[in-house]
């Protein structure tokens, strides 16, 4: 259950992000968040498919029944955001690098985009 009530906890921690200080990332010198970046990118995509599968979706899933895998919640996702977008085909998509493309091939396959 997610509750949205505002908590000082969270209020503190906004606050924080707010302000360069020693609680958050804004004063890490460059060879730092360049290390950090390495150690989370860099990993390969055999250790991404592990626990995204194959079409490498960083976020949840659609569920239209609980009989249905994680891949198919992902398409099922994918769908909505084309159809919420209403994209026709001849539109073209721009990906700007934002992951592995796989919303960008989706709506070539299903809904006759091109990016």
């Known amino acids: 259950f997610v509750n949205y009530k505002l ?3 969270m ?9 360069p200080n020693h609680m958050n990332s804004s004063l890490k010198d460059v ?4 290390k950090e970046i390495a150690e989370h990118y860099d990993r390969g995509n055999d250790f991404f498919n592990a626990f995204m599968g194959p079409s490498m979706v ?17 398409k099922n996702k994918m769908s909505l ?12 998509f721009l990906d700007i690098g934002c ?3 796989t919303l ?12």
């Open 7 to 9: 908590t000082f906890t």
């Open 99 to 101: 992951g592995w493309g």
């Open 11 to 19: 209020v503190k921690w906004l606050v924080l992000q707010l302000f």
């Open 58 to 74: 960083y976020t949840s899933g659609v569920y239209r029944g609980l009989d249905q895998s994680l891949e198919t919640a992902q």
């Open 104 to 115: 960008v091939r989706h709506a070539a396959k299903y809904y006759g985009q091109s990016a």
């Open 31 to 34: 060879k730092s968040t360049t």
């Open 81 to 92: 955001i084309c159809d919420k977008l209403m994209v026709k085909p001849g539109q073209r």
